[in-house]
């Protein structure tokens, strides 16, 4: 039986009147890198801050490696090194002093820091003030303060955010690395599709609070049986609203042709008697199998909003 | 096991100052008082000492007056700046999310902001005798070698800190609800000034929290002089710190971190 490192039921949490979660159900497999993915706003960092116990669902429970919040904060919490968003690092002070500050809450040896330094690789700059630090650096510190508990689980909320491409490589290689080499259990969040299937084994999609799906990755392409079609065609502004009237999703549109997500035969030669009957002249119609990005994108319709 | 998580969170709490204007400020803000009356002393002390009372009552007065007025806002901008290391560092959440209880990380806050304005207080009563016997080995005539009771102004100034809890848990809390810095600012210039006119002829002024720490404050250096005398305004600041301080906590457990 599949052992969970996370496991919540059913959170449902609000800003106001606002519904920020709706019935969150996840499962993170012990030992997965778990890609928690959706587009901004989708609900992601307020699910890590209840993961984390700085929000307070008041529907639905939270239980991380079997224990819940209520009985055992603490113990939890000493399993557990997080990255929230921006990074939290005290400016004024050297990256090796913000790791001091940390060790002192709890308590592992001062060699410690020298062994999460060692592990982000910020050794050489250990002991340069943290405000002369780039980004990159910031959320390499960030992640050796997570580290300094050894915990088995890390909670990573949108760690390449900001970075530049060299930045990205370099956080992608220490997750990995972290998981394969260390055995840490990895859940991270991001808006960035490309950076989870390169990462995750595992996926939970979520859009305006709702899990969309969870589940392994090659579980998501399996799932889908859509293809693409490619139109080319003379008007592409024109034909866009035709099929938004016909309840068609475009996943992408040019000058010449549009692409949009379709379920079977059926529908291409819906799609071209829609485009034919409003006065278009189509000249070309040809089907894709539909990648990740197009799989994602229909799940969220949010190009269509 | 309390204890000791607690005494690793004050360990943090502490650390997390060094080379910071926090930690200078305690050091040299009590020191602004008495170096002016080291000057003052030195340059026209036969004059001061001249107009009446010893020498050692006339540098309480000197000492006391600007203290009073000053003290309060000593008292807000530690507070501002306790908490506001967190808001203008985003670190709320890093500590919050450590294994250590909501209550101990809000203790550990709380115990170093009330040593701050302790040692702070305490540095001024020593500061403040220093300047005395500085000034004596300048000018042996003035009077300084006179008897004077230390414990007495160490007693006085320990009173002030106490009388001091009631508006400073007021203002550490205002600290850890906003990041803004003009409000607790504005309530606390508000205070003070209030109390400056309601103490004027108004007979409930002494229940007014910006004015525990003058009205607990006695003529030291004098005969009148009595430790524990004014014990009233004490006793309402600490149970105003008390109620303030247990608002604050439980409003920390159930906060959102952002």
């Given at each position: 039986?599949?052992?969970?490192?996370?496991?919540?039921?059913?959170?449902?949490?609000?800003?106001?009147?606002?519904?920020?979660?709706?019935?969150?159900?996840?499962?993170?497999?012990?030992?997965?890198?778990?890609?928690?993915?959706?587009?901004?706003?989708?609900?992601?960092?307020?699910?890590?801050?209840?993961?984390?116990?700085?929000?307070?669902?008041?529907?639905?429970?939270?239980?991380?490696?079997?224990?819940?919040?209520?009985?055992?904060?603490?113990?939890?919490?000493?399993?557990?090194?997080?990255?929230?968003?921006?990074?939290?690092?005290?400016k004024h002070l050297t990256g090796r002093q913000n790791l001091e500050v940390i060790r002192r809450m709890v308590n592992v040896p001062v060699s410690r820091i020298d062994e999460v330094?060692?592990?982000?690789?910020?050794?050489?700059?250990?002991?340069?003030?943290?405000?002369h630090y780039s980004l990159g650096m910031c959320q390499r510190l960030g992640l050796a303060a997570a580290l300094l508990t050894d915990p088995e689980l890390l909670i990573l909320d949108e760690p390449t955010n900001g970075l530049d491409p060299s930045g990205i490589i370099e956080m992608?290689?220490?997750?990995?690395?972290?998981?394969?080499?260390?055995?840490?259990?990895?859940?991270?969040?991001?808006?960035?599709?490309?950076?989870?299937?390169?990462?995750?084994?595992?996926?939970?999609?979520?859009?305006?609070?709702?899990?969309?799906?969870?589940?392994?990755?090659?579980?998501?392409?399996?799932?889908?049986?859509?293809?693409?079609?490619?139109?080319?065609?003379?008007?592409?502004?024109?034909?866009?609203?035709?099929?938004?009237?016909?309840n068609f999703t475009i996943s992408e549109q040019n000058g010449q042709s549009l692409i949009l997500p379709i379920q079977s035969r059926q529908e291409i030669a819906h799609v071209n008697k829609l485009l034919v009957d409003a006065g278009l002249e189509v000249y070309g119609l040809s089907t894709t199998a539909q990648n990740l990005e197009s799989i994602f994108l229909n799940l969220t319709k949010k190009l269509d909003q | 096991?309390?204890?000791?998580?607690?005494?690793?969170?004050?360990?943090?709490?502490?650390?997390?100052?060094?080379?910071?204007?926090?930690?200078?400020?305690?050091?040299?803000?009590?020191?602004?008082?008495?170096?002016?009356?080291?000057i003052a002393f030195l340059r026209r002390g036969d004059a001061i000492v001249a107009r009446g009372g010893t020498a050692w009552e006339n540098l309480m007065q000197f000492s006391s007056g600007p203290a009073n007025f000053l003290f309060p806002f000593f008292v807000i901008i530690v507070a501002l700046f306790v908490n506001t290391i967190e808001s203008n560092s985003n670190t709320w959440k890093l500590i919050y999310a450590q294994p250590l209880s909501r209550l101990n990380v809000f203790c550990s806050k709380m115990l170093v902001y009330i040593a701050m304005?302790?040692?702070?207080?305490?540095?001024?009563?020593?500061?403040?005798?220093?300047?005395?016997?500085?000034?004596?080995?300048?000018?042996?005539?003035?009077?300084?070698?006179?008897?004077?009771?230390?414990?007495?102004?160490?007693?006085?100034?320990?009173?002030?800190?106490?009388?001091?809890?009631?508006?400073?848990?007021?203002?550490?809390?205002?600290?850890?609800?906003?990041?803004?810095?003009?409000?607790?600012?504005?309530?606390?210039?508000?205070?003070?000034?209030?109390?400056?006119?309601?103490?004027?002829?108004?007979?409930?002024?002494r229940y007014h929290p910006y004015g525990y720490h003058v009205l607990s404050s006695g003529p030291v250096g004098t005969e009148n002089f009595s430790l524990w005398s004014h014990m009233e305004p004490v006793y309402l600041s600490l149970a105003l710190a008390a109620v303030v301080f247990s608002i604050a906590a439980i409003d920390t457990q159930r906060k959102r971190i952002i």
């Open positions: 039986m599949e052992s969970y490192s996370i496991e919540t039921r059913e959170l449902n949490f609000y800003f106001k009147d606002f519904k920020a979660l709706s019935n969150v159900s996840l499962q993170v497999p012990t030992g997965s890198i778990f890609g928690f993915l959706g587009p901004n706003g989708a609900g992601k960092t307020t699910t890590i801050r209840i993961l984390l116990d700085l929000f307070h669902a008041p529907g639905g429970s939270v239980k991380l490696f079997g224990k819940s919040y209520e009985t055992a904060r603490s113990a939890i919490l000493k399993q557990v090194g997080a990255l929230i968003e921006n990074p939290s690092i005290y330094l060692r592990i982000v690789r910020l050794v050489d700059n250990a002991d340069k003030k943290a405000k992608r290689e220490l997750i990995i690395r972290l998981n394969r080499e260390h055995g840490k259990t990895i859940f991270l969040s991001s808006h960035i599709l490309s950076e989870i299937e390169k990462l995750a084994t595992d996926v939970a999609i979520i859009d305006q609070g709702e899990v969309l799906y969870q589940g392994k990755l090659d579980g998501l392409r399996q799932g889908s049986q859509l293809t693409e079609l490619r139109v080319e065609l003379n008007h592409v502004a024109t034909a866009v609203q035709v099929l938004k009237t016909g | 096991m309390a204890i000791l998580a607690l005494k690793k969170g004050i360990s943090a709490e502490i650390y997390k100052y060094r080379s910071t204007f926090v930690f200078w400020f305690v050091l040299l803000a009590p020191a602004f008082i008495p170096a002016i009356n080291l304005l302790f040692c702070s207080l305490m540095l001024f009563g020593l500061m403040t005798y220093a300047v005395g016997w500085l000034v004596h080995l300048a000018n042996p005539d003035l009077g300084f070698a006179d008897p004077f009771n230390l414990w007495h102004l160490l007693g006085n100034c320990f009173t002030i800190f106490l009388a001091t809890l009631g508006f400073g848990s007021i203002h550490f809390y205002l600290s850890q609800r906003t990041k803004n810095l003009i409000l607790p600012l504005g309530i606390g210039v508000g205070g003070i000034v209030s109390f400056m006119i309601l103490v004027q002829g108004w007979e409930y002024a």
